[in-house]
């Protein structure tokens, strides 16, 4: 019998009849199999070896097999960072590996999901794929595994998504990415990592899993139920739950203190007519239709109009202006021309809501810049040397999660946002840290008065102290 | 949108692309999202300015790489923090200082270091080139007011625009149905003629597929010979095991080589929303007026295919020589045999011919041949070529051997003798 990977499935030439997990494909003329398959197959022709462990010969049911399908290499590497694993996270690594490295660990966010991916990949030692569900977290493990192992690899870490295409022994991709190329690389890895691996029972998901013959699987997540139920199907493609560590037992454990400082500006008398113009428009087509705004339900309905009423659409455009130009208020500039004084021997981190804000400003002061439409590379580059201290300064447009990829700052300056207020409260609570300890870390928010953004601050800021209650 | 309307649409846009040559992309943006405002129809305006953007080139406008510009600015600019608009102190820097001295340092100009900081962001590429019209073009008719563009020759222009207003629509047409075809889990096609072409196209796109020769009216039949034509059932190796919307996108990619044949059927299952697991029916053909952007590739592989089917016509024979007319279904691939011989008896012979081929070429040409199972195929092969009667297995006693070109009659004796009879009914 000779295995070959065919397009994200596992053709078997020559199979005898009893072979498990295949099914006759007429158009073909052979047997063919799932790509996951892999293993278990080679593993019921007495075929399969593990770690140093010897092959499985069982009463004598081998079959000879020549194995053409597996194209990814055995790869020896230890994390560049030599830190302590918590007590957990070795658990769960231990967890892990005694289930023939296969399965998900449950845990709480913040508590080094990605560190205990680092861990993995050192154990199996062959080449290993990482999908996350956006650019962003793809972004954050790219940063991360180049961090850990960039030297010891011959090519980069490569990137599959956001406009990259370059596969490497370990490589980064989004589940979208991941979805559509996976039939043409399912043979490259040997280790799968999905973070947030809820997400991955998504039927179109599950494929990506089904079409790679990586023996090993890490599924990471903080919250692996799903109110659909299909959790269920990662048993299979994935693994059982091997790990899971409570919330509480974690929780409070790695939020920092921080201070809050809340500045307003004006709008320029331009800025404000215009404001004011745009915002009766949108203001007065939703009076007129009585959408209860406040619930979720009625800006759907709203939304849903826009779509076939020119009113409308025109409606939401006004809204859209006035929120930017509430966002990016003149004047905001002249403030943060101010608080860029007082703190230029501090780290300094300034956010924007859009890109084109974040760029205006890092032209203006000259700062190293971060958006959506950073490279992979450059983004990585630049947070190494903000890490290292020869950048001291940064400008985003970008949300940077998880403590482990951004290195601490202890000022942190929002020149606008969005009200997403769970967010908030984990992303800047983990961003921020006091540099020594006589001064606090500080986050400034910097709002438009008598606009919309009153209203959004005053969400985002309920939102914090919610959570840090719970 | 009426008819008229989309015309309309489509012209300004047209219009609107060609008057941003020149012009970076992020203005080119904007202008085309200041047109849908207060209009419902932006899905169809965006999807319209979508394909346009395909035709279109942008270009980085920048004479050092951008990220070393920006890299010796943050560097420079990390020493001298506070960098401000409002200098309070005298120590305080201000941006220009910083931007003069990397600018000499990299030995351009102020400006050029300026705006090459950013210049590799996709809003500050500059359209250079839409369609056939170029940036310097476009710079030449627009300082020589004397030239063709702008005199006198209005109606050449307005055909123009009218023909590209007629492609936009026809590009626009198709992409929605791919867009449905996203979707799809599996696709059901007829085809009555280019065999050769769509499955080609098949093949190009990686979809597998079983086949069914057919008469006129779609039914199956027994054998290619009583074919009219062909259903193929097209899918993915996984298709095997599941469900799955994951070809659909090489359905998509497939569908413009349907418009390429004169009669042609197509019908698909598109998976609704991914949990429900229901379906529905999407179905085209060649009445809904399609049109391919694909090649049909060469008529005739070789010159001695074109000097026979020449010289057929010449010859005093009732025996007629019809291309590519059978499709045999070898598994992952399928074999379109060059010609086929038939009489108007019914009597009908299969022919390839095998010319003069790469050494490799001719490996899996062979390969396929000996795969065909039909006593009426036969064969003219080259006497030049590196290979023998055994290469051809069972077809070996049907091989006409020629030196310089293959003589009418002597296929037609060949004909004679292995034509099987068939029903008469095929058209």
Same mark, same amino acid.
């Given at each position: 019998?000779?295995?070959?990977?065919?397009?994200?499935?596992?053709?078997?030439?020559?199979?005898p009849?009893?072979?498990?997990?295949?099914?006759?494909d007429?158009?073909?003329?052979?047997y063919?199999?799932?790509a996951?398959?892999?293993?278990a197959?080679?593993?019921?022709?007495?075929h399969?070896?593990?770690g140093?462990g010897q092959?499985?010969?069982?009463?004598?049911?081998?079959?000879?097999v020549?194995d053409a399908?597996?194209?990814?290499?055995d790869?020896?590497?230890t994390?560049a960072?030599?830190?302590?694993p918590r007590?957990y996270?070795?658990?769960? *690594?231990d =967890?892990w590996r005694?289930?023939?490295r296969q399965?998900?660990? %449950?845990? @709480?966010t913040?508590? +080094?999901k990605?560190f205990?991916?680092l861990?993995?990949i050192?154990?199996?030692g062959v080449?290993a794929?990482v999908v996350t569900?956006?650019?962003d977290?793809?972004?954050?493990w790219h940063?991360?595994?180049?961090n850990a192992?960039?030297a010891q690899l011959?090519?980069?870490?490569?990137v599959?998504g956001?406009?990259s295409?370059?596969?490497?022994a370990?490589?980064?991709?989004?589940y979208?990415s991941?979805?559509r190329y996976i039939?043409?690389?399912g043979?490259?890895f040997?280790?799968?990592?999905?973070d947030e691996?809820?997400? *991955?029972? =998504?039927?179109t998901?599950l494929?990506i899993?089904e079409?790679t %013959?990586a @023996?090993y699987r890490? +599924?990471?997540t903080?919250?692996?139920?799903?109110?659909?139920?299909?959790?269920e199907?990662?048993?299979?493609r994935?693994?059982p739950v091997v790990?899971?560590?409570?919330?509480d037992?974690l929780?409070?454990?790695?939020?920092?203190?921080y201070e809050t400082?809340?500045m307003?500006?004006?709008?320029t008398?331009?800025?404000?007519t215009?404001?004011d113009?745009e915002?009766?428009i949108?203001?007065?087509?939703?009076?007129?239709h009585d959408?209860d705004?406040?619930k979720e339900q009625g800006y759907a309905?709203f939304?849903k109009?826009?779509?076939y009423?020119?009113?409308?659409r025109?409606?939401l455009?006004?809204?859209q202006?006035?929120e930017?130009?509430?966002?990016?208020?003149e004047?905001?500039l002249?403030?943060?021309?101010?608080?860029l004084?007082?703190?230029h021997?501090?780290r300094?981190?300034v956010?924007?809501?859009?890109?084109d804000f974040?760029?205006?400003?890092?032209?203006?002061?000259?700062?190293p810049c971060?958006?959506h439409?950073t490279d992979t590379?450059?983004?990585t580059?630049?947070l190494?040397?903000?890490?290292s201290g020869e950048?001291s300064?940064?400008?985003?447009?970008q949300?940077?999660?998880e403590?482990i990829d951004v290195?601490a700052?202890?000022?942190g300056?929002?020149?606008s946002g969005s009200a997403?207020?769970r967010?908030?409260?984990?992303r800047?609570?983990r961003?921020?840290?006091?540099?020594?300890?006589r001064?606090?870390?500080?986050?400034?928010?910097?709002i438009t008065t008598?606009?919309?953004?009153?209203?959004?601050?005053q969400r985002r800021r309920d939102?914090?102290?919610?959570?840090?209650d719970s | 949108?009426?008819d008229?309307q989309y015309r309309?649409?489509?012209?300004?846009?047209?219009d609107?692309f060609?008057?941003y040559?020149g012009?970076?992309k992020g203005?080119?943006?904007?202008?085309?999202?200041?047109?849908t405002v207060?209009n419902?129809?932006y899905?169809?305006?965006?999807?319209l300015?979508k394909?346009l953007?395909?035709?279109?080139?942008f270009?980085?406008q920048?004479t050092v790489d951008p990220?070393?510009?920006?890299?010796?600015?943050f560097e420079?600019?990390?020493?001298s923090?506070?960098i401000v608009?409002q200098?309070?102190?005298?120590e305080?820097t201000?941006k220009l200082e910083?931007?003069?001295?990397?600018a000499?340092?990299?030995?351009?100009?102020?400006e050029?270091c300026?705006?090459?900081?950013?210049?590799?962001l996709?809003?500050?590429k500059?359209?250079?080139?839409f369609?056939?019209?170029?940036?310097?073009?476009?710079?030449?008719?627009?300082?020589?007011?004397s030239?063709t563009?702008l005199?006198?020759n209005?109606?050449?222009?307005?055909?123009?625009?009218e023909?590209?207003?007629?492609?936009?629509?026809?590009?626009?047409?198709?992409?929605?149905a791919?867009a449905?075809l996203y979707?799809?889990?599996?696709?059901?096609i007829r085809v009555?003629?280019h065999f050769g072409t769509?499955?080609s196209?098949?093949k190009l796109f990686g979809?597998m597929?079983?086949i069914?020769p057919?008469?006129?009216?779609?039914?199956?039949?027994?054998s290619?010979?009583?074919?009219?034509?062909?259903e193929?059932?097209?899918?993915?190796p996984?298709s095997?095991?599941?469900?799955?919307q994951?070809?659909?996108i090489?359905?998509?990619?497939?569908?413009?080589?349907?418009?390429l044949?004169d009669?042609?059927e197509?019908n698909?299952?598109?998976?609704d929303d991914?949990?429900?697991?229901?379906?529905h029916?999407f179905?085209?053909?060649?009445?809904d007026?399609?049109v391919?952007?694909?090649?049909?590739?060469?008529?005739?592989?070789?010159?001695i295919?074109r000097?026979?089917?020449?010289?057929w016509?010449?010859?005093?024979t009732?025996w007629e020589l019809?291309?590519?007319?059978d499709?045999?279904d070898?598994?992952?691939?399928?074999?379109i045999?060059d010609?086929?011989?038939?009489?108007?008896?019914g009597?009908r012979?299969?022919l390839?011919?095998?010319?003069f081929?790469?050494?490799e070429?001719l490996a899996s040409?062979l390969?396929k041949?000996r795969q065909?199972d039909?006593?009426?195929?036969?064969?003219?092969v080259?006497e030049?070529l590196?290979c023998?009667?055994?290469d051809?297995?069972?077809?070996?006693?049907?091989v006409?051997w020629?030196k310089?070109?293959?003589?009418?009659?002597?296929?037609?004796?060949l004909?004679?003798a292995y034509?099987?009879?068939?029903?008469m009914d095929?058209?």
């Amino acid at each position: 019998m000779r295995l070959e990977f065919d397009d994200g499935t596992l053709v078997l030439h020559d199979a005898p009849e009893t072979v498990p997990h295949a099914e006759w494909d007429d158009r073909v003329s052979e047997y063919r199999a799932q790509a996951y398959r892999y293993q278990a197959i080679l593993d019921w022709a007495g075929h399969w070896t593990d770690g140093g462990g010897q092959a499985t010969l069982q009463d004598g049911f081998t079959h000879d097999v020549e194995d053409a399908a597996r194209a990814y290499p055995d790869l020896a590497l230890t994390p560049a960072l030599q830190i302590e694993p918590r007590d957990y996270q070795q658990a769960a *690594l231990d =967890a892990w590996r005694t289930h023939d490295r296969q399965g998900s660990v %449950i845990l @709480p966010t913040g508590s +080094g999901k990605t560190f205990l991916g680092l861990q993995a990949i050192a154990d199996a030692g062959v080449s290993a794929l990482v999908v996350t569900p956006t650019i962003d977290l793809m972004n954050q493990w790219h940063a991360t595994l180049t961090n850990a192992f960039g030297a010891q690899l011959t090519d980069d870490v490569g990137v599959l998504g956001g406009g990259s295409h370059d596969i490497g022994a370990i490589t980064v991709t989004t589940y979208d990415s991941a979805y559509r190329y996976i039939d043409e690389y399912g043979d490259q890895f040997g280790l799968l990592i999905t973070d947030e691996t809820h997400h *991955l029972a =998504a039927e179109t998901y599950l494929q990506i899993p089904e079409m790679t %013959i990586a @023996p090993y699987r890490l +599924g990471l997540t903080a919250t692996y139920e799903r109110a659909d139920g299909r959790e269920e199907l990662l048993k299979d493609r994935m693994g059982p739950v091997v790990y899971q560590e409570a919330v509480d037992n974690l929780a409070g454990e790695f939020l920092s203190e921080y201070e809050t400082i809340q500045m307003s500006v004006e709008l320029t008398s331009e800025e404000r007519t215009e404001y004011d113009d745009e915002y009766q428009i949108y203001r007065d087509y939703v009076d007129s239709h009585d959408f209860d705004l406040w619930k979720e339900q009625g800006y759907a309905e709203f939304l849903k109009r826009t779509s076939y009423d020119p009113q409308g659409r025109r409606a939401l455009v006004a809204k859209q202006r006035a929120e930017r130009i509430a966002r990016t208020a003149e004047k905001k500039l002249d403030t943060l021309d101010n608080l860029l004084k007082r703190h230029h021997d501090d780290r300094v981190i300034v956010f924007t809501a859009n890109n084109d804000f974040a760029y205006d400003i890092s032209r203006e002061y000259i700062l190293p810049c971060i958006t959506h439409q950073t490279d992979t590379d450059e983004r990585t580059e630049i947070l190494e040397r903000f890490r290292s201290g020869e950048y001291s300064m940064l400008a985003t447009s970008q949300v940077l999660d998880e403590g482990i990829d951004v290195p601490a700052a202890n000022v942190g300056i929002i020149l606008s946002g969005s009200a997403s207020k769970r967010q908030y409260a984990q992303r800047l609570g983990r961003i921020l840290r006091p540099t020594d300890d006589r001064q606090p870390a500080r986050l400034y928010e910097i709002i438009t008065t008598d606009t919309m953004e009153t209203y959004v601050s005053q969400r985002r800021r309920d939102g914090v102290s919610s959570s840090a209650d719970s | 949108m009426s008819d008229e309307q989309y015309r309309e649409t489509a012209a300004t846009l047209i219009d609107l692309f060609e008057s941003y040559l020149g012009e970076p992309k992020g203005d080119l943006e904007a202008a085309i999202d200041e047109l849908t405002v207060d209009n419902t129809d932006y899905k169809i305006v965006q999807g319209l300015a979508k394909l346009l953007k395909d035709e279109c080139e942008f270009e980085q406008q920048a004479t050092v790489d951008p990220r070393e510009i920006r890299q010796r600015l943050f560097e420079r600019a990390n020493d001298s923090y506070p960098i401000v608009r409002q200098p309070t102190l005298g120590e305080d820097t201000q941006k220009l200082e910083v931007y003069s001295a990397v600018a000499d340092e990299l030995g351009i100009s102020l400006e050029a270091c300026y705006r090459g900081m950013y210049a590799d962001l996709d809003d500050n590429k500059r359209l250079v080139r839409f369609g056939e019209q170029t940036v310097d073009e476009y710079d030449k008719d627009a300082s020589d007011t004397s030239t063709t563009k702008l005199t006198g020759n209005s109606k050449q222009e307005y055909d123009q625009t009218e023909q590209t207003v007629d492609w936009l629509l026809a590009r626009y047409n198709l992409a929605l149905a791919q867009a449905v075809l996203y979707d799809a889990s599996e696709m059901r096609i007829r085809v009555w003629d280019h065999f050769g072409t769509v499955f080609s196209y098949v093949k190009l796109f990686g979809l597998m597929h079983r086949i069914y020769p057919i008469d006129a009216d779609g039914t199956r039949v027994d054998s290619t010979d009583n074919a009219a034509g062909y259903e193929a059932e097209l899918d993915g190796p996984a298709s095997l095991f599941r469900k799955s919307q994951k070809y659909g996108i090489r359905m998509a990619n497939f569908l413009p080589a349907l418009p390429l044949c004169d009669r042609w059927e197509m019908n698909a299952e598109i998976l609704d929303d991914d949990s429900t697991r229901t379906s529905h029916q999407f179905t085209l053909d060649t009445t809904d007026g399609l049109v391919s952007h694909y090649s049909t590739g060469q008529q005739f592989d070789s010159d001695i295919e074109r000097t026979l089917a020449r010289k057929w016509e010449r010859a005093n024979t009732e025996w007629e020589l019809q291309r590519e007319d059978d499709v045999f279904d070898l598994g992952d691939e399928v074999m379109i045999p060059d010609f086929a011989i038939e009489h108007p008896d019914g009597r009908r012979a299969i022919l390839e011919v095998v010319g003069f081929w790469t050494p490799e070429y001719l490996a899996s040409k062979l390969a396929k041949i000996r795969q065909v199972d039909a006593d009426n195929f036969v064969l003219a092969v080259s006497e030049r070529l590196d290979c023998a009667d055994e290469d051809f297995g069972d077809a070996a006693d049907r091989v006409l051997w020629f030196k310089s070109g293959i003589h009418v009659y002597d296929m037609v004796e060949l004909a004679e003798a292995y034509a099987s009879a068939t029903e008469m009914d095929r058209r």
